[in-house]
């Protein structure tokens, strides 16, 4: 079975702070995301990569960095949390050659911050 | 630009059968897929369509027509378990590169 890891599950940092969220996956995926999920919004996309040290802007990376040093490790990283990102924050990992590429997602890291 | 809709919400009856619709826009296409999502849990992948027709998996079908746009996730014999929010997901190839857009979910709700 894949699994996907995140550090957290609940997090509570202070406006200002630096925030890092880890995900880890097993499975030896090639692709990683981070997504936000906000109630009538869904699922958004801040970044991904396809491989290691490669890093793709998703439709919101703004206040955003991630790095992905190892395959099986992709970091997400608020240089400076504000209150506008407080939301649950999903990683996810998927083959990129074998379809059906579905992604398989982590438990979710909800990030309060005030 | 792109976009997916789905219906916000739906009502349905154990034992029923419910049909969860989904159009989309997007720049390139490589596959639509439908998760399922528990309240405060992670999605978990239910279908995948790349080719135009129905999928069958047990209880839940999916079909697919690209000429349209369109999808639809098909449950059957519903159970109190399958309420839960369905997320339909396109895997775009526009721009050179491809990601997965997301509509905002159907929450369906399966009454007694």
């Known amino acids: 079975d894949v699994k996907v890891t995140q550090s957290s599950r609940y997090l509570v940092k202070r406006t200002g702070e630096k925030v890092f969220l880890e995900c880890v996956q097993d499975?030896?995926?090639?692709?990683m995301f981070w997504y936000r999920q906000d109630p009538g919004l869904g699922l958004r996309l801040i970044y991904f990569?396809?491989?290691?040290?490669?890093?793709e802007k998703g439709d919101i990376p703004e206040g955003y960095s991630v790095s992905r040093e190892k395959k099986e490790r992709f970091s997400l990283i608020l240089e400076s949390a504000s209150t506008n990102q407080t939301s649950m924050y999903l990683c996810?990992?998927?083959?990129?050659?074998?379809?059906?590429?579905?992604?398989?997602f982590g438990p979710g890291t909800r990030l309060t911050v005030t | 630009g792109q976009n997916i809709d789905q219906p916000t919400e739906m009502t349905a009856t154990e034992g029923a059968i419910v049909q969860i619709n989904c159009t989309y826009q997007?720049?390139?296409?490589?596959?639509l897929f439908w998760y399922q999502q528990h309240a405060g849990e992670a999605p978990t992948f239910l279908s995948y369509?790349?080719?135009?027709g129905l999928e069958e998996k047990g209880r839940f079908s999916s079909f697919l027509s690209r000429s349209k746009g369109y999808s639809y996730l098909l449950l059957k014999e519903l159970q109190m378990k399958d309420s839960a929010s369905y997320l339909c997901?396109?895997?775009?190839?526009?721009?050179?590169?491809?990601?997965?857009?997301f509509g905002t979910g159907t929450r369906l709700k399966v009454l007694a």
């Open positions: 369509n790349v080719l135009d």
């Open positions: 499975m030896d995926h090639e692709n």
């Open positions: 997007t720049s390139g296409f490589n596959g």
């Open positions: 997901a396109v895997r775009d190839t526009g721009g050179g590169t491809y990601k997965y857009i």
């Open positions: 990569s396809y491989d290691v040290k490669m890093k």
């Open positions: 996810a990992s998927s083959l990129a050659r074998i379809p059906p590429y579905e992604q398989y």
